[in-house]
């Protein structure tokens, strides 16, 4: 057997040098994962299957416990079922029975869960160098489903040093493909709103002019490549200036710039103003390749209230905001025309000197004029927002 080095891990905790080589790897790799030294005993849990079961505390989690004891600790029988539990031990108890005989009595001492209890009783030593399966877990209120493989890990000679399990999605690697063409930044801005709480953003409201009248014009799949088209840039334009993409209406798209993603108020305000440029930019670009005429109106607003958060359903993963300001910001959108930008008084005032510069406006020179004087026949935009101060950006 090769000499077993410790290594510190997190201060507190040591882990045999090899797995800890392998630990910095398996982190490296973004995966949900879980690392057990040679006694059958946890020692890491990635940062990832931490963020998947909202657990951080590693004594929680059940490190320095056997593999099944931790196994049974509270946040994993809060997530996953014992239906599905059970299946999890019945996979990877035989191989432990190898090495642990004993193990079999301490579960069983630990729970009294039928489901579980009847198939660590049934199972039987059995030398497996690996072993999956997949198991529902409970997340919020929405089920899902959780692909496992484990493998053990062993010298050259044959030595056991341990044992990894990863974890990932259910979904076959063709659907995690499409998954895979969004942008990681964005996703991960939107993970961080998995707690629904108020929060201040700059919001940007944009929509294609006369869309109707274009779908009328042109060939359904020649309109189809154009929506498509300026959907993507329009996306891009947000997310290169750290937003989030909040959903797709018709033929529009609303977008959040939260300070906390881009390092301050000021900074939320200067993206979104920039975004919104990228946006009209896009709409000309687009409109230049397919030979057609695009506009697209733009409106942006802060907002220092809203309530976000996450919606997630079977069909859709989206990021929305109720407030106030969020439908005032689409009445600025709706009074715009022929491809104009708006930006509210409320927004341009949240810019310091220097980002104010950097947006290429000197906000002691501009002059705004209340909604309403602009909205002209439209009622919802003087009911909801005719005072508001706007002015027309370039």
């Known amino acids: 057997m090769g000499e077993r080095r410790l290594v510190a891990v997190e201060g507190a905790r040591v882990m045999d040098a090899r797995l800890a080589e392998i630990a910095g790897a398996l982190e490296a790799t973004g995966w949900a994962a879980e690392l057990y030294d040679a006694d059958w005993r946890l020692v890491w849990c990635s940062s990832q299957l931490k963020q998947l079961v909202g657990e951080e505390d590693d004594e929680a ?56 209890r009847d198939v660590v009783e049934a199972a039987q030593p059995a030398e497996s160098p690996v072993w999956s399966g997949q198991f529902t877990v409970h997340l919020d209120e929405d089920e899902d489903r959780v692909r496992y493989f484990g493998v053990r890990l062993r010298e050259a000679d044959g030595t056991s040093i341990g044992a990894a399990y990863m974890y990932g999605s259910a979904l076959p690697a063709t659907l995690l493909a499409l998954v895979a063409r969004g942008d990681a930044g964005m996703f991960e801005r939107m993970a961080r709103l998995v707690e629904p709480g108020r929060q201040e953003a700059a919001i940007l409201f944009a929509d294609l002019q006369a869309s109707g009248s274009l779908s009328r014009r042109l060939p359904s799949a020649a309109y189809f490549e154009v929506i498509r088209d300026l959907d993507t840039r329009i996306d891009a334009a947000v997310i290169a200036e ?16 939260l300070p906390h993603d881009v390092g301050s108020p000021s900074k939320a305000a200067r993206a979104a103003v920039c975004a919104a440029r990228g946006v009209r930019a896009a709409a000309a670009e687009i409109g230049a390749e397919h030979g057609v005429e695009l506009a697209v109106n733009v409106g942006v607003h802060w907002g220092g209230m809203l309530y976000m958060g996450q919606i997630v359903t079977r069909g859709r993963l989206e990021v929305t905001a109720l407030g106030d300001e969020v439908n005032e910001c689409a009445r600025i959108e709706q009074v715009a025309k022929d491809g104009a930008l708006l930006a509210s008084k409320d927004l341009l005032e949240r810019l310091d000197p220097d980002d104010a510069k950097r947006a290429g406006l000197d906000i002691g020179r501009v002059t705004y004029t209340p909604l309403a004087e602009l909205a002209g026949e439209q009622e919802k935009a003087v009911r909801d927002a005719g005072q508001l101060a706007v002015t027309a950006l370039s």
């Open 242 to 257: 750290l937003g989030i993409v909040g959903k797709h209406v018709g033929d529009g798209v609303v977008a959040f710039f």
């Open 61 to 116: 989690l059940g490190v320095g416990l056997h593999l099944l004891e931790s196994r049974l600790q509270d946040v994993w029988s809060r997530i996953v079922p014992a239906r599905g539990l059970a299946g999890w031990i019945r996979e990877t108890l035989p191989p432990i029975l190898v090495d642990d005989p004993g193990i079999r009595e301490v579960v069983l001492a630990h729970t009294q869960k039928p489901e579980v």
